[in-house]
C-alpha cells in the first residue's frame, strides 16, 4: 500500500538564517520554528533551513528531518521559550523552556494520508534544498535514460525512472511499488517500453470484466466465536493522536475530483515507509455480499425485493414503507438500473432517508466494502450528510461515549460544498461525536463515484488495526494502530447503510427534496478494485502550463498571481497567490489545495497558508 510522505521544501531558507538567531532550547513536538532557530535535541545544536510546524506525532525531530534542519548554529539572543506560559519565570544561567502541550485539534486515530495525482503529505520531507531550482520541460534523462527507481523514494504525478531497462512514468503519487507488477490500469505507473526506443508507446491494459453474478460464497474466515475477552477500560496511552494539516505539503499534478489529503495522522507504532500494496489483477472469486439491483423493477422499492437484496425485513428507518426509497435507470447509462434514495426537505437524520444495518452472514477479521454513488444533478450539501460503510459489534453512531460500547463504524461524509470525509466511531475515537479525516476529495453533483474501504480488526484489546479509503480506484488514506474493538467476539459484521442530511440540528436539513443514487455494493475477502470504471485521469497537457511563470525565490508576488514550482521528482505543481506573497515563500512548504480553501471545519485544513495549489491548472 502506498504511504504518505510528507514533503518539506527549504530551498529559498538556506539564504535567509540569521547569524544571530533566536535559542529555543531543546527541540519539541508541537512547537513552531522560524528559520534561523537554534534547538538542542540528544544533545546536538541544530538550526532551522524554514519556518515550519513540528505536530505533533510526525516526529520532525532535527536528526530525522535533513531539510528542515542543519547540524550546528549559535546565537547570541536571549533564547525563546516555547508557547507554554510558566506563572513566575525563574531565569537560570541556561533557561529550559517549558514544555508545550500538544495541540487541542481535531483528533484523529492512526492515519496515514495517501496521496492521489494531488498534493500528498509525510511526515519525512524528502525534497532536498537548493536555492534556485533548476526546472525542466520534462525530467532529464541520466545516462540517456531516467534514474533508476528506488524503493524508499516517493514519485509524484508524471515523474519518470528506469526499470529493468524499461521507462514508466507516475500516473499520481507512489512509493514502494514495484513498477513492472504495478503498470497499466488502475495502478501507479505506466509502461512507456524499453529505454532510449525511438516510439515508446504506452502498454494498454484491457478492461475488466463485470462481476459475476453467481450466488455468493463467503471465502472470508470468519473471526472465532470463542468467548469474548472484554477489556474493562481502554487505554489512552496506545490511542493515535490528531495532527493538523501540515504546511509543507508538496503534491503532484492533480487529478480534477481525486485529490490527495494534506492531513497526517501518526500513528501509536510508527508505520513503516514501505508498505505493502494489493495488487487489483482480478476480481474476487466470490462475494460475502453483492447487489447491483439489476434483478429489481423499475418502481418504488418493495419490501420483498430489499428483503431478497439485503437478507432481512425492512424497518421503518429503511425509508421502504415512507417510499423514500425507489429502483430506478441510471441518469447517465438508461439500461442500467441503480437505487435512488430521497431526502425529505427540511428533515434530517435517518428518519428522512435511509439507515438500517445489513448483515453479512458472519463475523469477520478482514473485509473489503465497494459501492458507487452519484449526487443529484442539483443536489445541495448544506452542512453535510452520512454515506455507508463498514462496521461491527454495536455499531456506534450517533455521539456515544467510550467505554459504553464495543465495535466500530467507518462511514463516510459529505460536508459544505461537497468536500469528503471519512467519519469513524471505535473504542479509541477522541471525540465523543466520531472522528474525521480528510480524504482529499471534492464530490461535484452529477458525477459517479466509486468508494472502496477495507477494514483489518485488530487483535482483541491491542490497537494494531488497520483501515484504508480509495475514490476512484486511489487510495485516499490509510490508518494502522487502530482499536476497533475489545471483546474477541468482536469483528466486521455488517454494512452501516446511513445515508441522511445531518448533524443533529434542523441547519443541516435541505429546503427541498434531494437524491442520491447508488450502485454494485459489494462486500468481499479480496479487493474488488479491479471492478472501479470510474477513473477520473489527468487530461493530457503540456507542463509548463501557458499563462504560469516559474516561481521565484527572490520575487514578490500580488494577489492571484499565477505560478509553477518542480519538486526534486520533477513534477510540475501549479499555484495562485493568496495575496501579497513576500519573497522567499515557497509554494512547496506554504501553500493549500484549492479544494481545502476556508475549510476550517470539521478539521481545519486552511491555516491562512501563502499560495493556493490548484487540482485543475489546464481549466
Known amino acids: ?36 532557530d537554534v534547538v538542542t535535541y540528544n544533545g546536538q545544536s541544530y538550526t532551522a533551513l524554514s519556518t515550519h510546524t ?52 481535531t483528533p484523529a486515530p492512526t492515519a496515514t494520508p495517501v496521496p492521489t495525482t494531488t498534493p500528498t503529505a509525510a511526515p519525512t520531507p524528502t525534497i532536498a534544498p537548493t536555492v534556485t531550482p533548476q526546472p525542466s520541460a520534462t525530467p532529464v534523462p541520466v545516462g540517456g535514460c531516467y534514474a533508476a527507481w528506488q524503493s524508499a523514494v516517493a514519485y509524484g504525478a508524471g515523474s519518470m525512472v ?53 450466488t455468493p460464497k463467503p471465502t472470508a474466515t470468519p473471526v472465532p466465536s470463542a468467548t469474548p475477552q472484554p477489556t474493562a477500560t481502554p487505554q489512552p496511552t496506545v490511542l493515535p493522536t490528531a495532527t493538523p494539516v501540515p504546511t509543507v505539503a508538496p503534491s503532484a499534478t492533480p487529478a480534477p475530483t481525486s485529490a490527495p489529503t494534506a492531513t497526517p495522522a501518526p500513528t501509536a507504532t510508527p508505520v513503516p515507509t514501505t508498505v505493502p500494496s494489493p495488487t487489483p489483477t482480478s476480481v474476487p472469486g466470490s462475494w460475502v455480499l453483492q447487489n447491483t439491483f439489476q434483478n429489481d423493477s423499475i418502481g418504488l422499492y ?12 425492512p424497518q421503518s428507518s429503511t425509508g421502504v414503507a415512507a417510499g423514500r426509497l425507489s429502483i430506478v435507470a441510471d441518469p447517465d447509462n438508461s439500461t442500467n438500473k441503480v ?3 430521497t431526502y425529505l426537505a427540511g428533515q434530517i437524520g435517518g428518519d428522512s432517508a435511509m439507515t438500517f444495518d445489513a448483515p453479512l452472514g458472519g463475523v469477520y477479521k478482514s473485509l473489503w466494502l465497494q459501492y458507487k454513488v452519484r449526487f443529484d444533478n442539483a443536489f445541495t450539501w448544506v452542512k453535510g450528510g452520512k454515506l455507508p460503510g463498514l462496521g461491527g459489534g454495536d455499531t456506534p453512531t450517533g455521539c456515544i461515549q467510550n467505554g459504553t460500547f464495543d465495535g466500530f463504524t467507518t462511514r463516510m461524509m459529505w460536508r459544505e460544498n461537497g468536500v469528503a470525509f471519512s467519519y469513524q466511531y471505535y473504542p479509541g475515537k477522541k471525540e465523543e461525536c466520531g472522528d474525521y479525516y480528510a480524504v482529499a476529495t471534492k464530490f461535484k453533483p452529477g458525477v459517479w463515484y466509486t468508494l472502496t474501504q477495507q477494514v483489518i480488526i485488530n487483535d482483541a484489546g491491542a490497537s494494531n488495526g488497520e483501515f484504508r479509503q480509495w475514490i476512484d480506484g486511489v487510495l485516499t488514506l490509510q490508518q494502522s494502530g487502530l482499536l476497533f474493538r475489545n471483546a474477541a467476539a468482536v469483528g466486521v459484521s455488517a454494512i452501516k447503510m446511513d445515508t441522511f442530511f445531518g448533524g443533529s440540528s434542523t441547519d443541516w436539513a435541505p429546503a427541498t427534496d434531494q437524491y442520491t443514487y447508488f450502485d454494485d455494493f459489494r462486500v468481499s475477502a479480496d479487493s474488488p478494485l479491479a471492478l472501479v470504471d470510474t477513473l477520473k485521469p489527468i487530461p493530457p497537457h503540456i507542463d509548463p502550463i501557458n499563462g504560469y511563470s516559474q516561481w521565484s525565490s527572490a520575487g514578490t508576488y500580488q494577489a492571484n498571481a499565477l505560478v509553477y514550482r518542480i519538486d526534486a521528482q ?46 485543475t491548472p489546464w481549466q
Open 54 to 105: 513540528a505536530y505533533t506525532g510526525t516526529n520532525w525531530n532535527p536528526g530525522a528531518t535533513p531539510t528542515l534542519w542543519k547540524t550546528g548554529g549559535s546565537c547570541s539572543a536571549t533564547p525563546v521559550p516555547t508557547a507554554t506560559p510558566t506563572a513566575t519565570p525563574k531565569p537560570t544561567a541556561t533557561p529550559v523552556p517549558t514544555a508545550t502541550p500538544k495541540p487541542t485539534v
Open 1 to 36: 500500500m502506498r504511504k504518505i510522505m510528507l514533503g518539506a521544501a527549504a530551498f529559498a531558507a538556506l539564504l535567509a538564517l540569521d547569524a544571530h538567531a533566536a535559542c529555543r532550547g531543546n527541540w519539541a513536538e508541537g512547537n513552531t520554528y522560524q528559520a534561523g
Open 339 to 341: 437505487l435512488r434514495v
Open 570 to 615: 520533477g513534477a510540475y505543481h501549479y499555484y495562485k497567490s493568496r495575496g501579497y506573497t513576500a519573497a522567499n515563500t515557497d509554494p512547496l512548504s506554504n501553500s493549500v489545495l484549492d479544494i481545502y480553501y476556508q475549510v476550517y471545519s470539521p478539521i481545519k485544513l486552511d491555516t491562512a497558508q501563502k499560495w493556493i495549489e490548484l487540482t
Open 162 to 214: 528506469l526499470y529493468n531497462g524499461r521507462a514508466y512514468q507516475a500516473k499520481w503519487w507512489t512509493q514502494g511499488e514495484v513498477p513492472a507488477s504495478n503498470s497499466g490500469d488502475g495502478k501507479p505507473w505506466q509502461d512507456f517500453g524499453a529505454c532510449g526506443s525511438a516510439t515508446a508507446v504506452p502498454t494498454a491494459t484491457p478492461v475488466p470484466t463485470a462481476a459475476p453474478t453467481a
Open 302 to 313: 418493495s419490501a420483498s425485493a430489499f428483503q431478497n437484496d439485503w437478507g432481512i425485513a
